[in-house]
Structures are given as C-alpha cells and as structure tokens.
Nanobody
Framework: QVQLVESGGGLGQAGGSLRLSCTAS????????MGWFRQAPGKERDFVAA????????YYPDSVKGRVTISRDNAKNTVYLQMNSLKPEDTAVYYC??????????????????WGQGTQVTVSS
C-alpha cells in the first residue's frame, strides 16, 4: 500500500498562486508516477498533471498548460503542484494519486492505484 497526504490547499485569489504538496509513505518503491486530479461540485474528476517517478516526464492537459507545474522530490517522497494565474474555475477538491504502471492514458483515474483524501482549493474572483 501507499498512503498519500495532501497539503497546501486553501483560499486563493484570481491571478494569484498556490502550491499543493503530496507526501507518500508505505510501499513507495512501487511508484511509477504521481499525479493530481481535481473535482468541482457536480462535475467529473479531471486530470491536472502527472510526473514519472524516474526520469523527467511531466504531463498536463491543455486546460492548465502554462499555469501549472508539477515537480517532485524523490528523497522526500513528495510531489508538488504549483498553480499560478489562478482562475475561479480552478476551484475544486484536488486529489493526489499514485499509479504503479502504465496502461494507456494519464487521464483515466481508474489507472491510478492509490489516492489521497483531497484538499480544497477555492479561488475567489
């Protein structure tokens, strides 16, 4: 098992920045990649970013490219989500996730194996 704990959520202002953190514990040697999803009220859970645990691959949907950066600190078993130029539509619960392998897509939540409890991000207009 891998346990994930998110932090850094809260209230941000439109145009401002937030940095989310996710720290993994347990069987961290099994991690292939870590990523972030978000879910707004009444909406589906959407992919935000992912990074492979080994190597330099990072992946983003078009909706956040240029505003979001995912990074990692392997020694701390931690992945970060830096969010700049915040928009009200960024308001959501943000979930950290781990996948043990590659199947077909970064975007499919069922391909991730472990999930954190989520952290609320609210962006005021």
């Amino acid at each position: 098992q891998v346990q994930l704990v998110e932090s850094g959520g809260g209230l941000g202002q439109a145009g401002g920045s937030l940095r989310l953190s996710c720290t993994a514990s347990g069987r961290t040697f099994s991690i292939y990649a870590m990523g972030w999803f978000r879910q707004a009220p009444g909406k589906e859970r959407d992919f935000v970013a992912a990074a492979t645990w080994v190597g330099s691959g990072t992946y983003y949907p078009d909706s956040v490219k240029g505003r979001v950066t995912i990074s990692r600190d392997n020694a701390k078993n931690t992945v970060y989500l830096q969010m700049n130029s915040l928009k009200p539509e960024d308001t959501a619960v943000y979930y950290c996730a781990v996948r043990r392998n590659w199947r077909s897509s970064w975007y499919i939540e069922s391909e991730y194996d472990y999930w954190g409890q989520g952290t609320q991000v609210t962006v005021s207009s």
